[in-house]
Every structure is written in structure tokens, then in C-alpha cells.
């Protein structure tokens, strides 16, 4: 893409009252814009991020047998009272509103609820089972403080996948598998190596759930950690009982802050019973289904993303969630014609390129490259048109060189 | 994919409250899931099919410059109290809800506000116009009937797309590449010969504004239609005046039912004056933007076409936007392994196929078939194989013929 058919420009100072730096830094990019306080709107560049998280979540969730589908915001009360969550003092998040008749309804937080009562039209047998729907969808939560940018939100994406099992050994089986694939997730975002697994509270239905809390020092949480041996313990069960069970003692554990990246809960019968989702098994019996939910936050990965990888110049993003690959500049005229050839060659090899085309200082398109964030910048000048040569610049540090065009796409393809 | 991987299943009824013919085939077949009236979930055959009408859409937008984005669900008064929206007396279909510190807000029923506002951070002289943000976003409103399935929701999808221009012939020049756009649109949808671009009226800044009708029985719009002449007028602008500006009599004209599919309107400054968004132009002069607003909705396209295409069997899909291509029945043992073999084959060479692998009776699978409304059905059977061939059988019509392998792969890749 050419910058001249971006609409969005750099900004060189975030609004006022922008206290987090991840939208600081996302709102000077012109990656997203602020409507208030923990809702944002998703601009050409910060879509394009969103939806490489997005779908790098998707096809590890299709790998452990997803399906995918899209529920809807708006809630009528009659499943939520079943399950005792309508109530504002058991479930303090809820935006509610209200049909023309006056009928109340919510805008949905979550959706164990609405699936579990959908999932009674197709489940009545134990061929029908397991199964694993999911979706990616705007969630509304009526957060009484939103200023994390995007890492909290009142109005934010979320992949929820929810598995509904005959055994609780089929249900412990896929709730492994998901892990895994929770770790590929992270993995190629770029947070392997600082995401753990991490012991969290369980409900009525299992001793743990499980988070996924990636390290920061702007994370919300605090948790346990030994990384030699990999365990992680969120402080919420952070106890003699606890440390016992797992075989750590307190001097083994470092303090940390941490951001929830993803969260995985052993749901077992909690909203099958209530809400009568049964299926008949091998031997005509009725049995309750095995429920569990598992989501992950993808604009607050992104937030995250943009927060973690930053330096002072800007936003640094790993390639697989990069707008684009390559942000090409060209200086002086005499350039402009090998620039243009270059982007078209690229382009046509399937490279995303955006094109720096504006009548601009270069000092201020390098600056710009650099608050984008874009993993490579080239550089086409006049200088070294005639050695056949153009720069190289990778974002993340270290020097630049000088590729004739076949090293160039060698590298980029 | 495989049927068994599929959680849904086709349905003997849809709910008896459902009187709307798309909606009960969509939901017979899985596609879709009523929440209440007016309020679907998309389940994975329905999101698949939705997903198709969004890319088509988004590359005509993208080939007429579109920059997609994507705006905020949650709205704050501010900017619907400047150009009077916010009144329910003016915007009767508002959702409205509370932070929780009592802050009223609102659920966005379309984006013109907003975006203006937006705007006014990247606008600021001539060089930055024009410019065409759009989006595929839920839109929200609160109907006080909503008894025609997906083609009128309360909660559905809108693609928008907004237009900033500098001068009137800028303006003009657009909203005619956009109408060739919309038309491009509804032709790969196979609805291109049933629609009209049909005279609306234009509010204070146009004559007219557009809509894009689609010949219907179940539409809720009374159009005046000359087909030979491709003149079609709303009868909300159905007068003397306008039938001698068209150069149409009464007596040229059919009245007909037709379903708004489309609308494309001239804006002016309607927005952009109260809300002060401006440029200087390129004598230094500062100047009002000029706007237009286009709409298209894809899940009413979705609904519609499921509607208008269907016959006593059930759905029938345009290839276009067909869940899957093809509907693979294996009928007796024997076939099983060729039909396996048959569906690597298929899919390896791209073709997008949903493979009935249960263990059902021939006639149920083929009653899904065309229940489901898959373009082609191809049959391995035992009594087949002998000869080396397959059946392929088009849902919307016709004879079924028998391919060798060869034969088949070349009609579907």
C-alpha cells in the first residue's frame, strides 16, 4: 500500500488523558483511535495487526478441532437467570438496555450461557460429542476503571472456544491440547518465552483453572514463578496447601507482575445442569455434559504486543503481527522511478510493502518508520542508484546494510 | 470438512415463532440460530457463507480505494447531541445503556457521527482528501418489529463506507464509481439482473439519494419499475414532478416489491458542519468537507438470497457464496475408501468440500444435500465404482450426469 492511500497519519502527541503507553503509542501510529476510556476504534493500520492475531488464534484453535461461529451481543435475561448470572451483584459487568416493549436485555460479557442453550439442539447422543465451537467476538464489559489502553477493555475482541465432552477423561484430554495450542498461540506472537501456564483458581468443578499470564511490568496481576522449573501461581492461590501440592517452596518463587494473556476453566457440569444439556451415552443412560471454556484477549495481545516490544523511537512488531513487512522510502527524485519499480516487484512476490510515496523530508519518513514500527526498512536514495544497492534497516537493532536487489528479495521472500 | 466434524445438524422445524422463509431454511439447516427475534448467531455454515458476502463486498470497496477500519459499538452523546441524533424522537431505534458511574451511552445504529469526528484528527488540508474509510461492524437497532429473519435485524452486519471529498465534482465522481461498485457487488452475488438502482429521496443536500432494490415478493419496499429503461423510483418519490425529470410516465412503470440491499447517499456538510470538520484548500481557504455515506448489508444479502434462490428441497447457494462447492456422499462400504481417496483429492487441488461421512441412510444424506444447498453434488457408490465414474449432480437444476475422475476434477477446479 501507498502511504498516499492511508488516511491515517502519525500524530504527534496521544490524547491528554491516555495514561497507558501501548495506546499512547497506538494512537500516535494511527493504529486505533480512542472513543473513551477502554473502547478504541480499529484504524487501517491497527486492523490489519488485529486481524494477523486473529487469525494466527484461529488456525491454532482449527488445529485442535474448532468450529468456528459468531454468537450475538444482545441477551435476553431467561438463560442467565437459569444459571443465577443476570443479576448485577453476581456478574457486576453487565451493560444492560432495552428493547422498544421495554423487555430488558444485556449486552453479552461472555457466553457460556447462550451456547450452552444453543448446543441443546444439537446434542442428544454421545455421537454428537465432543465438540469444540468458537468465536471471535466483541465482548461488553461495564468496567468501573478502564486505563490500560487496550489491555483492558469495555468494549474488546475475544476468542472463546467452549468444549463440551461426554467424560471428564475426553474433557482432560482436550483441555491438554488446548494448552498446547494456547503455547503455539503465544509462541508465534512473539511472548514464548515469557507467557507460563499458571495455576489459578477453579470454581466448583476442578481445584485449578489456568492462566496464561505473560510477564510485564505493567501486568495487572501478580504471580508466583520458578521459570527453571516452569510453574507459575497466580497469588489468588498462593498457599501453604497449594505450594505443598505442587512441590515448591517460597524461596523458589520470584514475585512478578504479569498481564492475563489467555485463560482455560474446567467448566464440568456448572452450566449444563441448569440448563438441561444432556446427551444419551453407549448404554441409553442420560448424563450431563462436560463443560469447559477457554479464551484469549486478542486486542489485549495486541496492546500487549505494542507495549512490551517498544523503544523510545516507537512501536518494534514482531513480523507475524506487522502491518506490513517492509516500509520502503525513497529520497530524491531521481530515485522515485527504481522506488516505484522496487514496490511493484515486491508487491507482485507477495511482500506487504507500505510505500512512503509523500512529499516528505526523509528524516521524517524514517521517523515515522521507526513510530510504526514496520520490521525492515528500505531505502532507495540517489546515492547509491548508482552501485545498484539499496539499504536495508531492520527495526529491532542492529546495522544497516547494503543488498543489490536480488540479495534484497532474497531476504523478503 | 467432514460432517462429523460439524456440530450442527440439519433440523425437522424451526422454531415455531419463526415466520420468515429464509430464517426457517437457515435454521433447519444449521446455518443460523435465532436468539430472539431479529437477533441471530452465526453457526459454521451460516459463518462461512456471511464470510463470502463480507469479501466480496470488501474487494469492490478496496477497488474503489476503500481504507478498512472498523468503529466502536459504544457511543457517548457527545457527538449525536451535535448533530441532533441523540434525540429518540429524531433516531427512533436507538439502544441505550450506562457506564457504570451512570454515563448514558449509546449502541451505534450507524457511523456517520463518529467517524467526522474521527476524522478531524487526520484531515486538514487539500492534500489529505479525498478519502473512503468503510467497514464490516454489527450495527444495532431497536426495531419495534423484526418478523423478516435476517432482512431486518436488530443486531446485524452493515458494510459502511463513508466518503470525504473536496469539492461537489469530486463528490459526484465517486458516488458514480461506487454505484458501478455496488453493481459489480450484487452481480458476483447472482442478484445483478433483479436489482435496480432505484431514485430516493435525497434530503438537504441531494434530490435524490439511492437505494439498490432487489425484485422480491417478500420485500418491504413499493418501487415503480421500467426495466427496459432500468428506471426504478421509490414511491416515497413517486410524483408528477419526478416521473417528468426521469422522462417516465405512470403507465411505463410496474409497481413492484423489492428489498433494499443497498443505499448510497449524498451527505454534503450535513455532518462535517456541525461537527467542524474542515480543510484549507489549496488557495489557503478553509473549507467544509463534503461527505456521502454507502451502505450495503451483507446478513440481509445473505437472508435475501437464501430466500429468493430456494425451491421445495431447501436452500440453494450461488456458487459464489456457497458454504462449501460440493456435497460428497459415499453410499455402501465398498466406496468408502474411493470416496476417502476422492476427498483428499478434491481438497488438495482447492476445491471446498463438505464431506458426509456419517453413517446415515443414501436418501437422508441426499435430503441434506439439498436441504443445505451445496452447488453440486458428487455420489461414490458401490454400483459405480466398477465403471470408474462418479455422479455429479447440480442442486439447481438439471440432470445428473456421470464423470470419470478425470472429468470431475476438471468441472470443479
Known amino acids: 500500500m501507498r502511504s498516499s492511500q492511508l488516511f491515517t497519519k502519525t500524530l504527534k502527541d496521544a490524547p491528554s488523558d491516555e ?86 436485555l444485556g449486552l453479552a460479557p461472555t457466553h457460556e450461557e447462550p451456547l450452552t442453550k444453543l448446543m441443546k439442539s444439537y446434542i442428544r447422543s454421545y455421537k454428537d460429542l465432543p465438540v469444540y465451537p468458537y468465536q471471535f467476538q466483541i465482548k461488553f464489559r461495564n468496567e468501573v476503571r478502564s486505563k490500560s489502553g487496550l489491555m483492558r477493555g469495555r468494549e474488546f475482541w475475544m476468542k472463546d472456544l467452549y468444549s463440551f465432552s461426554r467424560t471428564q477423561e475426553e474433557h482432560d484430554t482436550f483441555y ?38 505473560t510477564l510485564s511490568p505493567v501486568g495487572e496481576d501478580t504471580i508466583y514463578l520458578n521459570k527453571e522449573k516452569g510453574i507459575a501461581i497466580n497469588e489468588e492461590v498462593y498457599t501453604d496447601e497449594v505450594l505443598a501440592e505442587l512441590g515448591v517452596t517460597k524461596d523458589e518463587l520470584e514475585e512478578v507482575k504479569a498481564v492475563e494473556v489467555g485463560n482455560i476453566f474446567t467448566l464440568g457440569t456448572k452450566y449444563s445442569d441448569p440448563l438441561d444439556l444432556k446427551f444419551t451415552d453407549e448404554n441409553g443412560e442420560s448424563k450431563s455434559v462436560i463443560m469447559g471454556s477457554y479464551g484469549i484477549g486478542p486486542s489485549r495481545l495486541m496492546g500487549l504486543i505494542a507495549e512490551h516490544f517498544a523503544d523510545d ?8 503481527v506487522a502491518p506490513f513487512k517492509v516500509y520502503l522510502v525513497s529520497i530524491g527524485e531521481a530515485a522515485t ?12 512476490a507477495g511482500v506487504e510493502v507500505l510505500y512512503d510515496d509523500r512529499d ?24 547509491l542508484l548508482e552501485g545498484g544497492k539499496f539499504e536495508f534497516t531492520p527495526r529491532s537493532g542492529g546495522e544497516s546494510i547494503l543488498l543489490t536487489p536480488e540479495e534484497l528479495l532474497a531476504k523478503l521472500t
Chains 1, 2 share one sequence.
Open 360 to 383: 516528505e523530508r526523509p528524516g521524517a519518513k524514517f521517523a515515522d518508520a521507526e513510530l510504526l514500527g514496520i520490521p525492515y526498512r528500505v531505502t532507495v536514495s540517489e546515492r
Open 337 to 348: 522511478d527504481k522506488a516505484n519499480e522496487l514496490y511493484e516487484q515486491l508487491t507482485t
Open 313 to 320: 523511537k516507537g512501536l518494534v512488531w514482531p513480523e507475524a
Open 176 to 213: 491438554e491440547d488446548i494448552s498446547q495450542a494456547y503455547f503455539r498461540v503465544f509462541e508465534r506472537l512473539g511472548l514464548g518465552d515469557l507467557t507460563y501456564k499458571t495455576f489459578a483458581s477453579g470454581g466448583s468443578f476442578a481445584k485449578y483453572s489456568h492462566e496464561f499470564q
Open 19 to 104: 495514561v497507558a503507553k501501548n495506546a499512547q503509542l497506538l494512537i500516535r501510529g494511527g493504529f486505533i483511535y480512542k472513543e473513551m476510556a477502554g473502547v478504541y476504534a480499529y484504524l487501517p493500520l491497527g486492523k490489519r495487526v488485529l486481524e494477523k492475531v486473529i487469525q494466527i488464534i484461529r488456525e491454532e484453535m482449527n488445529s485442535v478441532g474448532g468450529n468456528e461461529i459468531s454468537l450475538t451481543a444482545l441477551q435476553s435475561s431467561d438463560v442467565w437467570k437459569l444459571s443465577g448470572r443476570w443479576d448485577d451483584e453476581v456478574m457486576d459487568v453487565w451493560f444492560k438496555t432495552n428493547l422498544a416493549n421495554g423487555t430488558e
